[in-house]
């Protein structure tokens, strides 16, 4: 398991004022009293607006960048003190098309960095092939990178990020400008090392789709400190996102208004009746979902319902609000 | 480590090939055969083939054409060892694969040393289509002894790695590679005895020349093709040598060390 306490990082920058004049330096905190856990089988997700200390987060876990303050551990051996053991067990995937060598092909590269993680000869050409054919580059493993596509250099990224087959896998923007078919792959493979394999694996994205689809617990960050963390529709309940009912009737009578008014008041939602394109559209919005309540008060009122449209919170509102609050 | 020395190698020479197939060579052999050029011209045309008894006994009388192309092509030799080690940390940043190399558990020393052997592969071919060409222009090296030969192109390994590690970390905290190997190189033509004895330099830039081990390597290159001494016969050198050669490996680890961590905050910051 990977758990941090307290997990600090302040950078010292220096800005230049001119050739003669000396340079101020400026502390930026990018991560702040960070406690985070990964466990082996879970998928945790890691988010927050640009600039919140995802990134930096990422590369203290991984052993590249020495925190301020704080410790880590990964399955009990002490990150800060020891990085070269636990860079054995972390690999990290970044979205771009960096971090790969583009004068040498795919295979060439995959060797290059299982020799850097010491990987045994066999297996290695084993995990090769079985990369490549995972990342769809089987036609093209004996191409120079630098003629690939932007897609397909990231699918060598994804490949390299699991070659030393890592028991922690960091995963920044993973399927950032991937087409859907491989990003859709991908993320079912991300949930089978979950799931079936037994890794730990934090995520960090702009896609609240994936969060949603993979994320057992989402930790939201902002200014480099940790403000709400849970279950994804844990999140949603906190940030008391409520739901919309959105109903379109020919005409609305007062009386049936007054109906539709006071089931509002009853559920403390809030209510607004106004003029549709063929009729009349009747928005209510509460914590709970009041469709059933309004339908049955308008039957009971002889009207006909036209429309119904129920509109469920989103995580990504939910997110948006908690870090606006936070 | 092996392991990780061997890739390191082997993605250098496949790197080389296909971003240079043969213009870095050229390139490099071509800069040689100049400085054989210029110094046989110096020689034929402005000493007239004459050399005064100063150079004389500083060199134990040694032919002169033999002297600078000796010069030459070790000096061709020992920045392309050092440039390409060296600089080697720095490419990654170019590249963008600097966080990759860092995120990975291999030996530091493994990936210098990885480097070093594909360069070294290099430069030795260099140093000897060099010399191939001052013997076509006249140079007359005596003895030729392989055992010797080797020797010293064994112990300039070691010295010319420990200098690429120093100016490693220099490039790493300064962020720069021009200035910091140029400096390098201009001052080691200068001050090591590449065209002439460094007893022609004052006596107060003397002790600067004996700082840098390639002053030492040369000096015994010279002594065992020009005449003919064993290794052995100069333990004077030897001390000079690895002393040195210990003293920059030493400070250029662990200023790599400490300018690595420096850059990672500046660049990461």
């Known amino acids: 398991m990977i758990q941090s306490d307290n997990l600090c990082k302040v950078y010292t920058v220096k800005e230049k004022k001119g050739f003669f004049r000396p340079a101020s330096v400026k502390k930026v905190v990018a991560a702040q009293d960070l406690s985070l856990r990964i466990e082996p089988g879970h998928i945790v997700g890691l988010l927050g607006v640009n600039g919140a200390g995802k990134t930096t987060t990422i590369r203290m876990l991984a052993g590249i960048l020495a925190p301020t303050s704080g410790t880590f551990t990964i399955d009990d051996i002490d990150g800060v003190r020891h990085p070269k053991e636990i860079k054995k067990k972390v690999n990290v995937i970044t979205g771009g098309e960096r971090n790969i060598y583009w004068r040498l092909t795919a295979r060439e590269n995959l060797e290059y960095f299982g020799a850097l993680y010491s990987v045994p000869k066999a297996e290695l050409k084993e995990r090769i092939g079985r990369l490549i054919d995972l990342v769809g580059l ?189 | 480590m092996f392991r990780v020395l061997l890739a390191t190698a082997k993605r250098n020479f496949i790197v080389s090939r296909r971003a240079y197939p043969w213009s870095l060579f050229v390139g490099r052999v071509i800069t040689g055969a100049y400085t054989v050029l210029i110094s046989l011209f110096l020689y034929v045309y402005l000493f007239q083939g004459q050399t005064n008894t100063l150079f004389d006994t500083y060199t134990d009388n040694a032919d002169y054409l033999a002297f600078a192309i000796l010069g030459a092509a070790f000096f061709t030799f020992a920045i392309a060892s050092i440039m390409n080690v060296s600089r080697t940390m720095m490419v990654e940043v170019w590249e963008g694969t600097l966080e990759t190399l860092l995120l990975s558990p291999s030996s530091r020393l493994g990936y210098m040393l990885g480097s070093l052997l594909e360069q070294i592969s290099r430069a030795t071919l260099e140093l000897a289509v060099i010399l191939l060409f001052g013997w076509i222009a006249g140079a007359r090296f005596p003895y030729l002894d392989p055992v010797q030969i080797l020797s010293v192109w064994g112990i300039s390994i070691f010295a010319l790695f420990s200098m690429s590690i120093t100016l490693a970390a220099l490039m790493l905290s300064t962020r720069d590679t021009y200035i910091s190997q140029n400096t390098l190189f201009i001052l080691m033509s200068l001050l090591c005895g590449v065209t002439f004895p460094i007893q022609y330099l004052p006596a107060w830039v003397q002790p600067l020349s004996h700082a840098v081990p390639f002053t030492a390597v040369l000096d015994l290159f010279r002594k065992v093709i020009l005449q003919g001494h064993t290794v052995g016969q100069h333990p004077e050198l030897l001390i000079e040598i690895f002393a040195l050669s210990v003293a920059y490996l030493a400070l250029g680890f662990w200023w790599l060390h400490r300018s690595e961590r420096k850059f990672l905050q500046k660049i990461f910051g």
Not at chain 1, 208 to 235: Q, S, W
Request: aromatic share 4%; with cysteine.
């Open chain 1, 138 to 326: 089987a036609d093209s493993a004996d191409i120079p990178v630098e003629k690939y596509s932007k897609g397909m250099k990231q699918r060598l990224q994804i490949a390299r990020g699991l070659i030393n087959d890592p028991k922690y896998l960091f995963l920044d923007e993973p399927t950032l400008g991937l087409d859907i078919a491989i990003a859709k792959e991908l993320r079912a493979y991300i949930r089978d090392l979950a799931r079936e394999h037994d890794r730990g694996i934090l995520l960090t994205t702009h896609y609240i789709t994936e969060v949603e689809e993979l994320c057992d617990r989402v930790y939201l960050i902002n200014k480099g400190r940790v403000i709400k963390t849970g279950a994804p529709h844990e999140l949603i309940q906190l940030a008391q996102m409520g739901v919309g009912v959105c109903i379109h009737v020919d005409a609305l009578p007062d009386a049936a208004a007054g109906n539709i008014k006071a089931l509002a008041a009853r559920y403390d939602a809030s209510v607004e009746i106004g003029r549709a394109e063929h009729g009349v559209s009747i928005l209510i919005h509460g914590a709970e979902n009041l469709s059933t309540y309004c339908m049955k008060s308008l039957t009971d009122d002889g009207l006909l319902v036209k429309k119904l449209e129920i509109t469920e919170p989103k995580l990504e509102d939910a997110l948006m609000k908690l870090t606006m609050e936070g």
